[in-house]
């Protein structure tokens, strides 16, 4: 995937929302014209959006495991499809947990 297939996603998921309009008009722009033909000004102001945080996840018992990791590149685009599914950002380390946390509730919910 490409940076503009991330801005892409992220215009289609409105990840966006509540910024400043010329954000998401700058990675429309990226998106049809390439991200290299952004001026380094234009660059500057998409590349905040270009890497996020991990949400982490919350164990059953209520702790969540304070996860410090940047998610960027395809990691991130995937992250962005799948963030309703596993409500927040996710990095693949946190999917597994999150994964496991599932099974293991649905194992004691079949018991």
């Known amino acids: 995937m490409s940076?503009?297939?991330?801005?892409?996603?992220?215009?289609?998921?409105?990840f966006f929302h509540g910024q400043d309009d010329?954000?998401?008009g700058i990675a429309m722009r990226?998106?049809?014209?390439g991200?290299?033909?952004?001026?380094?000004?234009?660059?500057r102001v998409l590349k905040p959006?270009?890497?996020?945080?991990?949400?982490?996840v919350t164990n059953p018992g209520g702790d969540h495991n304070g996860?410090?990791?940047?998610?960027?590149?395809d990691d991130l685009e995937t992250a962005i499809i799948n963030q309703n599914y596993y409500g927040g950002l996710l990095c693949d380390k946190c999917?597994?947990?999150?994964v496991g946390y599932i099974a293991h509730w649905e194992k004691i919910q079949a018991e």
């Open 3 to 14: 940076n503009e297939s991330l801005l892409s996603t992220m215009l289609d998921h409105d």
């Open 22 to 24: 010329k954000v998401s």
């Open 30 to 33: 990226a998106v049809d014209h």
């Open 35 to 43: 991200f290299d033909t952004l001026s380094v000004l234009q660059q």
């Open 49 to 56: 959006f270009m890497s996020q945080p991990c949400d982490g």
């Open 67 to 73: 996860c410090e990791s940047l998610i960027d590149g």
């Open 95 to 98: 999917i597994n947990e999150k």
